[in-house]
């Protein structure tokens, strides 16, 4: 047996600095500095052999709670710069938090590292303490070290209990003076896989008319260049008719990235075909990795150096993804790890108990359990996410989807070729959170439907792949009820295409889309106005209900009956006179519900987003249409599985292929910029 050669040691390397925010970035401090308690876990009574345990840990937890002499944490630090801050005298604060804390678990399980140095340089009198947690998120204190005056401060540290989760973070407390934080980073002693100097990526932006975000986010790079040192290239792909290369602020964001810019004009492919362009550019330039960003977020700019040389050091090529916080309420964190449920093929969390936008200012990583274990995926949205170059060239390029599914099928097949995918604590950005939108109406109801249906093909391990084809027809029936007869008409044209073989997947990127919002002035659900008064006044002959505007789903045991009931009504029963002119009722976007909305003739509606008003208006004879279609193509679909799993799952290697996509991008580019 060949033994496994041992990690050769090397000089230091830095593997995670310490980061603040700008100063007039208040709302995220949290993310950064935390000046409030930590009152880690709160453990169960045990009654077995664990007591012992349990009781230490209790101990730690409480030490940490109730100390009388620990100095206030009440007032933030002053910020000095990026990687430097001051502490008033008496005061102390964490560095405990989202973006400073060493994930260590992560890099237990991921890469050959075994142990990790933390080195702090500091000027001033004060305390460093250093602590760990666990993957139960019970806190630990590990090591400390009074300083005076300019000091460099170095602390070895074991990876050897991360097994199942937990972080490494340290504590600064003020003495006699202020204490300064010069600059602090956490840093490693083997040499990556990729060899000392590491890999280089390619970091692509997908673009579709959100320049200002764009030249925002340009700006912001060029502006941390000490990010970049691992950035061959800088690509934005544009699809829109607003032209980043056309904004006046262009020549002057992109000239401290001279030499590493460039921007290609294409026709609008979605975002599929804008980040399969992406993938396709850095196999072309010679980048070890791709790093794939939306286009309408915020980007902290030191996860990008972050994700690169995580990558640089994991065992094995893998896919290390960034974090999601919300754009408009920036201390929350609402994505930090997803898995596709394989019985329903849809989107899921990888623990029940994960918060869905969890405020990290109201309670801060050393207080939340389950942030301290660690959370591994299936994929991570391509928000943020690099690929090395070594995975695309061994999987192909995304499927083109358009948008929609592209992400998690890529995580997917990568899974089942051996690659991991990692989402990477302490790398995020902000994106406008979903609660801010609502997608699954509309125009891309289509790319939903079919993109769901053909990952189920491909990779559900379910014959009829589990309860996807009944859920299919569920929400069919829910939108053809709820009056959103525009959303059901591109959810049946979804499954008709799905129907014509894979064949229709590289033509439709472009072709698609204009015949489904060539639509819309075919539907009245599909006319959004601005103005409410635009529309006539609600008007009822009687009261649409009784007492307080509750509204409630029915229950399983009456779904059956409550659908019978409701599909008779909406079939059957004539639509009333004064609907026809009037609104019945006017609901917000929280109330617009199916169970709520299908008991109407006539409703207002607000969007997602707030920015509109729909006139919902019952249509018995489009609604037995869609009916009646939803079940002969759900009944085909059934019949036909088997059929059409063989034909995808075959197709799939070709039509993700590099000369798959070579044909569509010549077809396709317009012009090129280069900086």
């Known amino acids: 047996m060949t033994a496994t050669p041992t990690p050769k040691t090397k000089s230091l390397r830095t593997l995670q600095r310490i980061i603040l925010p700008e100063a007039v970035q208040t709302d995220v401090i949290p993310l950064y500095i935390d000046s409030g308690s930590a009152t880690g876990v709160q453990l169960p009574t045990r009654m077995d052999g664990d007591a012992a345990d349990a009781i230490a840990e209790a101990a730690a937890v409480q030490e940490l709670k109730t100390d009388a002499n620990a100095p206030s944490r009440s007032a933030s630090p002053d910020v000095l710069g990026r990687r430097s801050t001051k502490i008033d005298a008496g005061k102390t604060v964490s560095f405990g938090t989202y973006f400073n804390a060493f994930p260590a678990s992560y890099w237990r399980r991921w890469t050959e590292l075994d142990s990790v140095n933390l080195q702090l340089r500091t000027e001033g009198d004060g305390m460093i303490v250093v602590y760990k947690s666990n993957a139960r998120g019970v806190i630990q204190r590990v090591d400390a070290k009074v300083v005076s005056g300019v000091a460099t401060s170095t602390f070895q540290l074991t990876l050897a209990p991360f097994g199942d989760g937990g972080w490494y973070w340290f504590d600064l407390t003020a003495t006699k003076s202020d204490l300064i934080l010069q600059e602090a980073e956490w840093q490693g002693d083997i040499e990556p896989r990729l060899g000392q ?91 070890d990795y791709v790093l794939l960003l939306d286009d309408d977020v915020v980007v902290e700019p030191e996860s990008i ?27 929350v964190l609402h994505a930090f790890g997803e898995v596709v449920n394989p019985w329903r093929t849809f989107y899921d969390r990888p623990h029940e108990d994960m918060s869905l936008g969890h405020d990290l200012a109201k309670s801060n990583l050393r207080s939340t359990h389950w942030m301290h274990r660690r959370v591994d995926v299936d994929y991570n949205g391509w928000w943020m996410c690099l690929i090395p170059t070594e995975v695309i060239k061994k999987i192909g390029l995304s499927l083109p989807l358009f948008l929609k599914w592209d992400d998690a099928e890529y995580g997917l097949r990568a899974k089942e070729a051996g690659i991991a995918t990692v989402s990477f604590p302490g790398a995020g950005l902000w994106h406008v959170s979903w609660q801010d939108k609502d997608d699954s ?27 996807v084809l009944r859920e299919s027809l ?25 129907l014509s073989g894979p064949e229709h997947l590289h033509p439709s990127l472009s072709e698609r889309l204009p015949v489904i919002r060539g639509k819309v002035k075919n539907f009245q659900d599909a006319q959004l106005k601005t103005n409410i008064d635009d529309y006539p006044q609600p008007k009822t002959k009687k009261p649409p209900f009784k007492g307080r505007r509750n509204f409630h789903a029915p229950g399983y045991s009456k779904l059956v009956p409550w659908a019978v009931s409701t599909v008779g009504r909406q079939l059957f029963k004539p639509v009333d006179e004064m609907a026809e002119k009037n609104p019945q009722i006017q609901l917000t976007y929280a109330e617009n519900r199916w169970w709520t909305v299908s008991k109407f003739d006539s409703l207002l509606v607000t969007n997602a987003e707030g920015t509109g008003v729909f006139w919902y208006k019952r249509d018995p004879q489009q609604l ?36 798959a996509w070579q044909e569509t991008f010549n077809k396709h580019t317009e012009s090129e910029i280069t900086r």
């Open 305 to 331: 150096l972050r994700l690169i040389t995580f990558a640089d050091y994991c065992k094995n090529p893998t896919i290390v993804g960034g974090h999601m916080f919300d754009m408009f309420d920036r201390s």
């Open 441 to 467: 109406v509309g125009w891309q109801a289509y790319f939903h439907e079919r993109n769901r249906l053909i990952t189920a093909l491909i990779h559900s391990p379910f014959e009829k792949g589990g309860s």
């Open 474 to 498: 569920f929400l069919d029936v829910k939108h053809a009820l709820s009056m959103q007869y525009y959303t059901e008409e591109g959810r049946l044209l979804a499954i008709e295409d799905l």
């Open 624 to 659: 037995r249409k869609n009916l009646v279609r939803a079940t002969k193509l759900h009944t085909k679909l059934f019949t036909d599985w088997a059929d059409l799993r063989k034909q995808y799952k075959e197709a799939a290697e070709q039509v993700a292929s590099y000369e």
């Open 197 to 287: 100097d590491g890999g280089k990526a390619t970091v692509q932006i997908t673009t579709m008319n959100k320049v200002e975000y764009c030249i925002n986010n340009i700006r912001s790079l060029g502006e941390n260049l000490d990010a970049l040192e691992s950035v061959q290239e800088i690509l934005i792909v544009d699809q829109g008719t607003d032209k980043v290369a056309d904004h006046p602020d262009f020549e002057n964001a992109v000239k401290p990235l001279s030499g590493k810019f460039r921007i290609i004009n294409q026709s609008n492919l979605g975002g599929s075909g804008g980040f399969g362009r992406g993938m396709y550019e850095s196999v072309n330039n010679g980048s």
